[in-house]
């Protein structure tokens, strides 16, 4: 039988060629399907424990903290005003680039520099959509890197990044506390479904410090995420670690 397609002169279907109905964002659209799939977070320690837990990809790592965000940031509407849409914009983009390099570097282990080459392939990928729209998905992108905003950046991202630190620095201490506590969404996966503590040990001594710190500063977070009851109880997981250890 043969094929119902009308192709154009080169003998693609012309709606996927350059000057098809949707232009490049026909080209955005396909290559943001492809990649994330074979990203596998928390890959360091598959040598140890590959064999007992789950294998998160980064399709999967999408569809879960884009659920996180915004179920903490409407428990947070009480206690502090947040650009939920620049928000969004940030948790939906922030790891594209990984999906297209194939690589996801630990945070603990993330350099500068790491961070401005997820920068520019991003940069890459989506500037070509135009100014309207590469200013906004750019805002949301840096909003990542806005505390730190490293010299190593581009000029104009630095100039959007101080912006960012200036005007949303509650936004950019909230997004830094949900991506951190996202890690124990996934260590206490490991712990409560294959019975590998060790994940859920590092993440929390690891991380503590910085969600006590975010706590302090962005209202509402301490009554909200970081609450002194879930707190406890990473306080004396830790401990039972530890006398566990002792006891060896």
């Known amino acids: 039988m043969k094929s119902s397609r009308i192709n154009g002169s080169d003998g693609r279907c012309p709606e996927i060629g350059p000057n098809g109905p949707f232009g490049y964002s026909f080209f955005v659209w396909r290559r943001l399907q492809h990649g994330q799939e074979k990203i596998e977070r928390f ?4 040598p140890r424990f590959g064999h007992l837990i ?8 999408q569809c879960s903290v884009t659920f996180s965000v915004d179920y903490w940031m409407i428990l947070m509407r009480p206690y502090v005003r947040l650009d939920e849409l620049l928000l969004s914009r940030d ?8 999906g297209i390099t194939g690589e ?3 945070g603990v282990t993330k350099t500068d520099k790491d961070d401005r080459r997820e920068y520019l392939v991003f940069e890459k990928l989506m500037k070509p959509l135009g100014n309207e729209y590469w200013k906004e998905a750019q805002r949301a992108f840096l909003l990542q890197f806005c505390l730190k905003n490293p010299e190593c950046f581009p000029e104009d991202a630095r100039v959007v990044m ?3 630190a200036a005007g949303n620095r509650e936004e950019a201490l909230f997004r830094e506390g949900i ?14 479904e294959s019975g590998v503590h060790e994940i859920l040990y590092d993440v929390a001594r690891h991380y503590m410090e910085s969600l006590d710190a ?3 500063e962005l209202n509402g977070f301490k009554e909200v995420v970081w609450t002194p009851e879930r707190r406890a109880f990473f306080v004396e997981f830790i401990k039972s670690v530890k006398k566990q250890e002792k006891g060896r």
């Open 162 to 164: 101080a912006d960012l």
């Open 104 to 106: 996801d570097k630990p």
């Open 54 to 61: 789950h294998h998160q990809t980064g399709h999967e790592h």
């Open 179 to 192: 991506q951190e506590f996202d890690y124990f969404y996934s260590a206490y996966e490991f712990w409560v």
């Open 43 to 46: 890959n360091k320690y598959f």
């Open 91 to 98: 948790f939906r983009s922030h790891d594209i680039s990984e």
């Open 214 to 216: 975010i706590a302090a």
